[in-house]
């Protein structure tokens, strides 16, 4: 989305934590300013949980004060995890008129909920938290029309207001192989998974 953003005539900056292979702090790829933060530690539990968003929320502040100093910006839009990026969007909102858009990622009480296999006061928490997030939202992005339904009923958002943006690959970069039956190893069907499987110690 940034990228397509970029190219109809719109100045993106990204602020996001550091990866493998994403170390730098500050740089530009095709016309996009990127800054990052480097993330303490890694959550798997809930006083994790905050040990890793506290500090990313002050960083992601800090750097979107960055850029609203020395660019400016019309729009900030955040993508979740965590339901707790609705005080840095809300604060441009309130104190500078920025417009607020919510790109609805994940579903947070049902991740707790999964993980932790209860709905604990923290599981009500995150709805209360995402929504927050909702309420702030001038628009909000679903990715799916289940999310676009989470969206309407458990965040009370108008249907008006909300859109479903689809992700799919730059058609461009793809190559398009023969198949290989010998992966499927006599099995009917062969699925594959892109994206990131954390591996847990």
């Known amino acids: ?15 996001c934590p550091t990866g493998r292979g994403y170390a730098s702090h500050n740089e530009v790829i095709d016309g996009i ?9 890694e959550a798997s539990s809930v006083l994790g949980y905050a040990a890793e968003y506290l500090p990313a ?3 992601i502040f800090r750097l979107s004060w960055k850029v609203h100093r020395a660019r400016g910006f019309d729009v900030v839009q955040a993508c979740n995890p965590p339901d707790l990026l609705f005080l840095v969007g809300g604060f441009f909102k309130l104190f500078f008129g920025k417009r607020f858009v919510f790109d609805h990622h994940d579903l ?8 932790f ?5 923290i599981w009500k928490l995150t709805v209360w938290l995402e929504w927050l997030t909702f309420r702030m939202a001038d628009a909000s992005i ?46 009917k069907y062969l699925v594959g998974y892109v994206g990131v499987m954390e591996q847990r110690g």
């Open 57 to 59: 929320l002050f960083h």
């Open 142 to 187: 679903a990715t799916n029309e289940s999310y676009k339904r989470i969206a309407i009923e458990r965040g009370d958002m108008d249907p008006t207001r909300v859109f479903v943006v689809r992700s799919g690959p730059q058609l461009d970069r793809m190559r398009i192989l023969a198949p290989v039956p010998a992966l499927k190893k006599g099995k």
């Open 108 to 115: 947070n009480p049902e991740l707790y909920e999964a993980k």
């Open 1 to 15: 989305m940034q990228t397509a953003l970029s190219a109809n005539g719109y100045e993106v900056s990204i602020v």
């Open 33 to 41: 300013h990127i800054l990052r933060y480097d993330l303490p530690t």
């Open 117 to 121: 296999g209860r709905r604990s006061l």
